[in-house]
Structure formats: structure tokens, C-alpha cells
């Protein structure tokens, strides 16, 4: 099911048009945002709350909702690609009980990242980042060492659920 | 229109960015936070010495909470940054490059204490676009881990 939903989008801009079925809502994708035809409202909050926690759906929802300058300082809006990329990493960790994020955010250059935090959060944090183009990307961050891997993650089941294994790997050493 | 060009930008001066909360991980800002540009690494910052005070960053459009500063000095911007791009010759593999951070101020005629951080190309030290969104997005995770969090009061 995931997979086809990029096909659907790929010729929809951020004003056209969409739907594309995804682990069983229908999404719409318009002018007015992503909206959902599971009979569930979205209504945009504020971007400092609800910034953990929740219904992955409804968080996604609203960041797909946020047009461009969002954060007042020249932000793209998620594009539909992003969206559709953010939706399938919701969908492989429902198949991943393990993987849990802890933050989902509009990223400030465009798109949209899954943001895992260790036990310590300032010293190593983990992301996927869904970006503008469709790219995914998986991102590990050491700040005590100071080091960090970013590397592309292919948009399929195994690759994320291989990438919600190391991870965990990553921020439980 | 702007005020004259301030530069260089001494090595102790802090360079202000404005985040969200959920855009702070404990001591750390999340590389998400930085804009940085579709083709070439750059990152507006806010010079320390044209605002009035910090919390002047913290400026944003209405509606938008800004509620927490962090700062980098140049003199703590990444060592040299080797990232991979790929080969101009696609049939050819990625080749490594290596990128220095350089802080260059950039007033506007409404922000006086805008600046940015620009990753330059060495050996030569020019700017140019990183054609691969991994490298840019690897430039922008280094320079991230070099922002300080400045504590709530």
C-alpha cells in the first residue's frame, strides 16, 4: 500500500489536487492542507505544542498543513512528496513496535524529520529526515564525540525497519 | 538602506539563532533547525554586537514562538568538513570534498545584525552549491553540533 502512494503524488504540486489511499486513510492532498477522510478534524495548534507524544497522524497533519514561512524566516512548506515519505515511516513503525520517535517536526529547510533522543538528549540524537525532494535520509548524532553519519535511506519497509534497528543500536551504546 | 559591511567578525563574538522548543534536544540544537539553503550551505545568524540585547533574536513573524536562543563563536565554527559529492562524470564514483565554515556579516536595510555562516569549498574557499542534498544536509549536522543552547532563565 505505501508504495504506490508516491506514484499517486508524483504529479501533484503543493496547490493541486491528490488522493492517494495509505495504510487505511485516504489522503487528500489540496490548497487546503492534507486532510484525512476518516471523519477526524485537524486543527493547527501552535508549533511548540504537542511536540511529543500523540497520534503520529495527527502531528503529520498539522505539519503538512504549514504553508511556506512558517517559522517567519523564509521556511518551504513540507511538499507533497515529504508527506507522503513521512507517511510511510509512520506506517513501517507500526509494522516496527520497537520504533518509537520521540519528536516529529517540519524541518526549517523543507520537509520533515523523525527525531529520536537518547538518554541523554544533548549528547545523541537520532532522525530521519523526509526531504523536500523525497530524499530520505538517516542522520546519527554524537555530540560529545562530535561525530555524525548522514546517509540516504531508500523509501522502502526494509530499509527503514534496518534503519529503526540501528538506531535503537546507536542510542543504547 | 544597509548599514557598511562589519568584517572581520571577531572570534568571540556570539552569532544568535532563534529556535522553537521543539527544536532543542537537551544542550544541543536539532540540525532540523537550520535553514541552509537548497543549493549552497548558509545559515542566517544574529551578531551579538548589532543587537540591542540577545533576546532581540528571538524576533519572529506573529504567531510564531520563539522561545529559545542559541549561539555559536567563529572560533568555534566545525574544523574542515570532508563530505561526499557525486563525480561531475556520473559514470565516475563520488569523490570527497572538504568544506571550512566562515562567518560573513550580512546586514539588511531592516536587520542590522543579520549575518550568515557560509560553507566555502576548499582549497579555494569559494562558495558554491553542493550538488548532493546528503553532503549539504551533512554540512548542516556539523555545524549544528557547534550551536551552545542558552540556558532559560
Known amino acids: ?173 | 538602506m544597509s548599514r557598511p559591511k562589519d568584517e572581520p567578525i571577531p572570534s568571540e563574538e556570539r552569532l544568535f539563532h532563534a529556535l522553537l522548543d521543539s527544536e532543542v534536544a537537551g544542550d544541543t540544537i536539532l540540525h532540523l533547525s537550520l535553514k541552509i539553503g537548497d543549493l549552497i550551505p548558509r545559515c542566517s545568524v544574529w551578531r551579538e554586537k548589532y543587537l540591542k540585547e540577545p533576546r532581540d533574536a528571538l524576533k519572529g513573524k506573529p504567531g510564531v514562538v520563539y522561545s529559545r536562543l542559541s549561539y555559536v563563536r567563529p572560533r568555534d565554527l566545525p574544523p574542515d568538513e570532508e563530505v561526499e559529492v557525486p563525480n561531475s562524470d556520473q559514470k565516475k564514483p563520488n569523490v570527497r570534498r572538504s568544506y571550512r565554515f566562515i562567518a560573513v556579516d550580512d546586514p539588511t536595510p531592516s536587520e542590522d545584525a543579520h549575518a550568515e555562516i557560509r560553507a566555502a569549498r576548499l582549497p579555494d574557499g569559494a562558495v558554491k552549491p553542493v550538488n548532493s542534498e546528503v553532503a549539504r544536509n551533512a554540512l548542516r549536522v556539523a555545524l549544528a553540533m557547534r550551536f551552545q543552547v542558552v540556558p532559560s532563565p
Request: glycine residues 10%.
Open chain 1, 1 to 173: 500500500m505505501a508504495g504506490s502512494a508516491p506514484s499517486a503524488f508524483a504529479l501533484a504540486g503543493p496547490s493541486d489536487q491528490g488522493t492517494a489511499p495509505l495504510h487505511g486513510y485516504n489522503v487528500f492532498l489540496g490548497s487546503q492542507g492534507v486532510t484525512s477522510t476518516k471523519g477526524r478534524s485537524f486543527v493547527m495548534v501552535g508549533l511548540s505544542q504537542d511536540v511529543e507524544g500523540g497520534d503520529p497522524y495527527a502531528r503529520l497533519l498539522q505539519i503538512a498543513r504549514l504553508r511556506s514561512d512558517w517559522d517567519g524566516r523564509g521556511a518551504p512548506e513540507p511538499s507533497a512528496i515529504s508527506v507522503i515519505r513521512a507517511l510511510e515511516v509512520v506506517a513501517a513503525m507500526e509494522d516496527t513496535p520497537s520504533a518509537t520517535f520521540d519528536r516529529l517536526i517540519p524541518d526549517a529547510n523543507g520537509g520533515i524529520g523523525f527525531v529520536f533522543l537518547g538518554e541523554k538528549p544533548g549528547e545523541r540524537y537520532a532522525s530521519i529526515d523526509c526531504s523536500n525532494s523525497g530524499q530520505m535520509m538517516l542522520v546519527l548524532v554524537d555530540r560529545r564525540k562530535r561525530s555524525h553519519v548522514v546517509r540516504e535511506l531508500e523509501a522502502e519497509r526494509q530499509a527503514l525497519s534496518d534503519a529503526f534497528a540501528e538506531i535503537d543500536a546507536f542510542l543504547e551504546t
